[in-house]
């Protein structure tokens, strides 16, 4: 009888919990810093997402105008698909971006 209550806490939880592994598609509407940009998502919420898996570049390594320029011209006010990968401090997504090519940003960056 003890499992019933669980039970039904477990689905309330599932039901009600922020789902922020799935995969989204919205516009980029600002570039915040090196890593990090401003997306309103097709389901009119906003977000910071931020780039995983890269350690950006210091600026004695490189300028940060190129890397900005880069930014807006591949992503700024684009459309793109993020795939979470965690939910960092506050609401920020740590993230997987590619472009609606299907271009993974993260290799973009590299090249």
């Not at 309103?40 to 890397?67: H, P, T, Y």
């Not at 920020?92 to 940003?105: F, G, H, K, N």
């Amino acid at each position: 009888m003890a499992l019933r209550p669980i039970a039904a806490f477990s689905v309330y939880f599932a039901l009600n919990q922020k789902n922020e592994t799935q995969e989204r598609i919205g516009t980029v509407k600002e570039i915040l810093n090196k890593e990090a940009l401003f997306k309103d998502f097709d389901d009119r919420r906003s977000s910071v997402v931020k780039l995983f898996g890269l350690k950006m570049a210091s600026e004695r390594e490189m300028l940060d105008e190129q890397i900005f320029d880069l930014l807006y011209n591949e992503v700024k006010g684009k459309r793109i698909r993020v795939k979470p990968v965690r939910l960092d401090s506050g609401e920020i997504l740590v993230s997987e971006i590619y472009l609606m090519a299907d271009e993974y940003l993260n290799e973009i960056l590299i090249r």
